[in-house]
């Protein structure tokens, strides 16, 4: 009795939440002739999978995201940290003002700020390339930049008075001290800044054009025959495949968020 | 004793050398800073703007030789827009389903993975996964999961009533956009309600136990109180991107082909930014899309105040563990 009131309801939301995912996987393993036939494949056709890598040019649109996610990260990452460590330790004038102002670009509405970024890109003929990618990784996402500095406020000052004594610059302490130090912040961050490139359409889909987008951009449109007929269960391996490294990759990072966060409290 | 007394004077800076001290200091605090100042200047300021600007003209994205400033007339002509109009009522809609179920939802999964069960990382897992989920793939798995040909839906409706054959995507798109929505979005809210649960002392749920309260009562009169700060941050949150949603809506066509950037979205899911959008990237209205865009700042802006003006009544700030 105990145990269905406390596990019943758990597992039916969690089957009600995986019932979606698991009929992808299902129909990605079907013959084409048996969607909407059978409800499930007599035989698995592995075969999908071979024909979603060959027939949309798979690994090229998976290199162009990869490139562009990876990038963008790296940059964002990077920089929020440098820049959520000047707000987390060093002064100025207006500096909490400006602190202000990064949670305020938060705020704003995506396309409230996109459109304008738009006909500034195409005004400079940035359209078409990855600029527009490498240059909102320069300038550091709000979202890291706190994240940073409520990371940083947490250091013990005495390491910045150690390594300053030692005759160490700002630059120098950040990158000895505070960047070797901030695991589970660089991780957390990384992949968030890696999934919102990665998961993107709509910023592709308006920059890009078709060879040299992403795999998002790809992805949403379905596979055909040469007849043009859809390919539905084709589609889903490739939807599989667009999703599954991500899957992959938090299922391996979160891992290690969880020992930077063990190791860093031991050493506060 | 006498070599102390001689450096300690040295050390201590006089009035000069602290202006210049606190200037190299501001020197410093402005260099680490500047990538994103620079980039705030470049990618936000600069930008905001030029599209404030741009909602008074009828600028058409190209051609900066036929721009003209037309005043208030774009805002006029929102106001006056019965497609804006509409779609700001389904949006509205939309928001007042997505948001209060979606809220209800997380907290109520938060609550149950919290409890000391068996598998609960996996169970966190599973409602985590679709928030990961790129909403290109979430449209797919929902566009075939409701297929009126190979879904998994109908089938199972099928074992009940028998010859169902509802084409959700037709009949029912609006049903399908908010659960795809309250789908998406539940995970981010469930670690949210989950750090905030794990904020609350245990000492406070066992002294209620001891004093002979039941576990609902505890639920009610203990835990809730103490989340609103949480249960407010969800909803703000969840209101801005309810009135935001756009990709969605456009990807979730009925065709099994179209998911491009042309495509309109069936009449029950144009929503507000979906007109916005067409008017600007298809209809080449940067102007006009511009003003509907600053209308909705305004409306999500207002929303966003009326909230926190009601949160001194219902929100309970002071916890000192």
């Known amino acids: 009795m105990r145990w269905t009131t406390t596990y019943g309801p758990v597992l039916i939301a969690a089957t009600v ?42 690994a090229h649109f998976a290199a162009n995201s990869l490139f562009l996610s990876g990038a963008y990260a790296f940059l964002a990452v990077l920089v929020s940290a440098l820049v959520g460590y000047g707000f987390a330790r060093h002064e100025g004038p207006g500096r909490n003002k400006l602190f202000v102002l990064v949670l305020a670009t938060w705020m704003v509405p995506n396309l409230v700020l996109f459109v304008p970024q738009f006909v500034m890109f195409a005004r400079l003929g940035l359209t078409n390339t990855y600029w527009p990618w490498i240059l909102w990784g320069l300038g550091g996402s709000p979202f890291a930049i706190f994240l940073f500095r409520q990371f940083f406020a947490s250091f013990p000052r005495e390491l910045d008075d150690a390594a300053e004594v030692d005759g160490a610059g700002p630059l120098r302490i950040f990158l000895q001290i505070y960047l070797p130090n901030a695991g589970p912040a660089l991780a957390a961050s990384a992949i968030f800044m890696f999934l919102w490139v990665w998961g993107d359409w709509l910023y592709p889909a308006l920059l890009l054009h078709q060879d040299n987008t992403t795999l998002a951009v790809r992805m949403a449109n379905a596979y055909a025959d040469p007849h043009g007929n859809p390919l539905q269960t084709v589609t889903m391996a490739g939807v599989v495949l667009y999703v599954l490294p991500l899957i992959a990759f938090f299922a391996f990072a979160q891992r290690f968020i969880v020992r930077g966060i063990v190791t860093t409290g031991i050493k506060g | 004793m006498a070599g102390a007394t001689q450096v300690l004077p040295r050390t201590m800076p006089r009035p000069a050398a602290w202006r210049r001290r606190g200037v190299r200091r501001a020197v410093t605090f402005y260099l680490l800073i500047s990538p994103w100042l620079l980039g705030f200047v470049v990618l936000s300021a600069v930008p905001l703007v030029g599209a404030f600007l741009m909602s008074f003209t009828n600028y058409d994205g190209l051609n900066l030789d036929y721009v003209r400033f037309v005043g208030t007339d774009n805002y006029l002509r929102a106001l006056g827009d019965s497609d804006a109009q509409y779609a700001l009522g389904r949006t509205l809609l ?55 040909t190979g879904g998994l839906l109908n089938a199972l409706l099928g074992v009940v009533l028998p010859d169902v054959n509802v084409r959700w995507l037709v009949e029912y798109p609006t049903a399908v956009l908010a659960v795809l929505t309250i789908w998406g979005a539940a995970g981010g809210g469930m670690v949210v309600f989950l750090a905030g649960l794990q904020g609350i002392p245990a000492e406070y749920r066992e002294a209620a136990m001891i004093d002979g ?40 066509s009925p065709g099994i082909l179209g998911l491009s950037p042309g495509t309109v979205p069936p009449r029950d899911n144009y929503l507000y930014v979906v ?22 700042f305004a409306v999500v802006l207002g929303l966003t105040v009326l909230l926190f003006k009601t949160s001194r009544r219902w929100v309970f700030y002071g916890v000192e563990p």
């Open chain 2, 213 to 252: 309260a039941s576990r609902a009562q505890v639920t009610r009169y203990i835990t809730l109180p103490l989340l609103t700060p949480v249960i407010f941050f969800n909803l703000v949150t969840g209101i801005i991107v309810a009135l935001q949603i756009l990709v969605q809506p456009m990807l979730l």
């Open chain 1, 17 to 58: 939440f995986a019932l979606p995912l698991f009929w992808v996987l299902v129909t990605s393993l079907k013959k084409q002739s048996e969607y909407g036939s059978a409800l499930f494949p007599a035989e698995p056709q592995w075969l999908n999978y071979e024909l979603a890598v060959a027939l949309a040019d798979f």
């Open chain 2, 275 to 296: 007109h916005a959008y067409i008017e600007i990237f298809t209809k080449q209205l940067f102007g006009y899309g511009s003003a509907l865009l600053w209308v909705l």
């Open chain 2, 94 to 148: 939309l928001m007042a389903v997505v948001v209060p179920v979606g809220l209800v939802l997380q907290l109520v999964l938060a609550l149950m993975v919290n409890q000391p069960i068996r598998f609960s990382n996996v169970f966190r897992t599973i409602f985590y996964l679709p928030y990961v989920v790129p909403v290109v793939a979430g449209v797919w798995i929902w566009k075939i999961f409701v297929d009126p």
